[in-house]
């Protein structure tokens, strides 16, 4: 399945950090670049860019904030094909805060928005192209968002001058029959747009819905090494790589990335395939209970998971 | 995508068992029993059947074996919903050492075979069917089978009496496109007959897989808990149960069993995603080469594996 459109964007960092508040070690992160690099990935994308007046720096490493001195520590100017992007969430990073790309070696602004945001997001968006920047706009939570709701958030991006729309699968719980139904809303409604897909793995379909994507027409595709991500993570860059026949892409950089650096970091991470996080998936559920639960004395308690979810499916009550 | 006719296959015991020579402690196999049992799952495969002079009981637990004496212990009279399997290789079951239907416990017989075994297996088949128990074949490795030889095994299965044949996914290396290429294959060479599928986890593609050959028209689908098996393993059965709208299935008994038997045997087996696995089934490799590096001290070298295989594929160099 060679499609030369396709780009892929690694995004270990940015939502690997989600599990740790981005405490990575410079090593890692120069590693996870210099193997998207040489692994001919397109884009990676470093972390959160938010405003330091935002979070504290006590709390929070480096990759929640992006500053162009943190980011150029790592990639210098960056004279590579992959190129850099950040995640900005609405309301965490003040506009005037946003230097001109030509000033920065990011080179792509990636709004994420929930549906009743995307006013918002496409105002933010706009000001980072206004600079200079490459932009997407990455709805999440879609699996709970109603038609009608849906139909305006895509009529307005339509309207927009944001090239690039995401297909999020927040919650990890999409299969491909929804993959399907999605996509051909997206591709009805956003003509000549780039359409993006981030998926969780919850019940390990993040690969097997991204293929689907892909064969919907779905051009841009987010993975993580070692599936690193938040709850159970994201769709496997190794494997997504394997898959893809475009001759520019080259595994073995990412195994070495990931046995010296990723694979380590489960010693204290619990990313990955467990059933809290596969039980949030199945019910569509966002997963902040399960993470509680998995940082829990209760975390291999799956049964009492199982019930506490239910009790608290107030709607099902 | 509630389908009445959907039947669930528990191989919890006979393919997680392919990992420590089915020494299984006995409380571990009743309690698969009965969660499978309260699960409402359609059956339950408790192990391979050998004949005692193939293989040693001092290499092998009892589940290699299957007398009818040990799966009593387990299972009683088995009056429950629940039918029992045993899985028979080729060679390795002596025809008079298959006791009438009406003296066992045991309701299937699944005969595994290579292509050029097919006549053998129908052979067996059918020798166990005129003994009173349902079968089926399970075709290994058709991902290394070509066209030809296919359809002369389709042609032969569709003339046996052997009612139910297995698409099998023996290295883990099936994507979508495969399985709608083979399920339409099946379902138009077999008309009138069941097709399940066996899936492996390689790729993370066997929860996948297991529902695109559902929507293809396969009705009995395998399963373990946790995805216990060989190399890469199984799809979850407890992902399967969650996504089938049926409602005679419970999870709450299969997480049960989980949570106190099969989590824990974690400590002492690697099934599950490990770099070596998930490259072999993308080499469309038998997973020997991935388990013998996984149980050597070279089992997190992934780039080593990785060219360790490539050196392997004499049809490369």
């Known amino acids: 399945?060679?499609?030369?459109?396709?780009?892929?964007?690694?995004?270990?960092?940015?939502?690997?950090?989600?599990?740790?508040?981005?405490?990575?070690?410079?090593?890692?992160?120069?590693?996870?670049?210099?193997?998207?690099?040489?692994?001919?990935?397109?884009?990676?994308?470093?972390?959160?860019?938010?405003?330091?007046?935002?979070?504290?720096?006590?709390?929070?490493?480096?990759?929640?904030?992006?500053?162009?001195?943190?980011?150029?520590?790592?990639?210098?100017?960056?004279?590579?094909?992959?190129?850099?992007?950040?995640?900005?969430?609405?309301?965490?990073?003040?506009?005037?805060?946003?230097?001109?790309?030509?000033?920065?070696?990011?080179?792509?602004?990636?709004?994420?928005?929930?549906?009743?945001?995307?006013?918002k997001a496409i105002e933010l968006a706009h000001h980072a192209m206004d600079k200079g920047y490459e932009t997407t706009i990455n709805l999440m939570a879609v699996t709970k968002v109603n038609e009608r709701s849906l139909n305006e958030v895509l009529s307005d991006v339509q309207k927009s001058r944001v090239n690039t729309f995401y297909l999020v699968d927040s919650f990890g719980s999409m299969y491909s029959e929804d993959i399907q139904m999605f996509m051909k809303k997206y591709k009805d409604a956003l003509p000549g747009k780039t359409i993006g897909f981030h998926g969780h793995n919850n019940m390990q379909l993040a690969f097997a819905n991204t293929i689907e994507c892909i064969i919907q027409g779905a051009t841009m595709l987010d993975a993580t090494m070692l599936g690193i991500g938040r709850g159970a993570g994201n769709c496997p860059l190794e494997i997504l790589i394997s898959f893809l026949k475009n001759p520019k892409y080259r595994l073995?950089?990412?195994?070495?990335s990931i046995q010296d650096h990723i694979k380590p970091l489960q010693k204290d991470i619990d990313w990955g395939y467990f059933l809290p996080y596969m039980i949030a998936g199945s019910l569509n559920e966002h997963p902040r209970n399960a993470m509680a639960w998995m940082n829990s004395d209760k975390k291999e308690d799956y049964v009492g998971f199982l019930e506490d979810a239910f009790e608290k499916r107030e709607d099902l009550k």
């Open 1 to 119: 399945m060679y499609k030369k459109e396709i780009k892929v964007l690694d995004c270990t960092v940015r939502d690997g950090g989600l599990m740790n508040k981005w405490q990575f070690s410079k090593e890692m992160v120069k590693s996870v670049y210099d193997s998207c690099v040489e692994a001919g990935v397109d884009y990676m994308e470093i972390g959160y860019i938010s405003s330091e007046d935002q979070f504290s720096r006590s709390e929070f490493g480096p990759w929640k904030f992006c500053s162009e001195s943190d980011v150029r520590e790592i990639v210098g100017e960056n004279n590579t094909k992959t190129k850099l992007s950040v995640l900005a969430d609405i309301g965490r990073i003040n506009f005037n805060d946003i230097r001109p790309a030509s000033e920065s070696v990011i080179d792509m602004f990636r709004v994420a928005a929930y549906d009743y945001q995307i006013d």
């Open 252 to 256: 073995k950089p990412i195994l070495q």
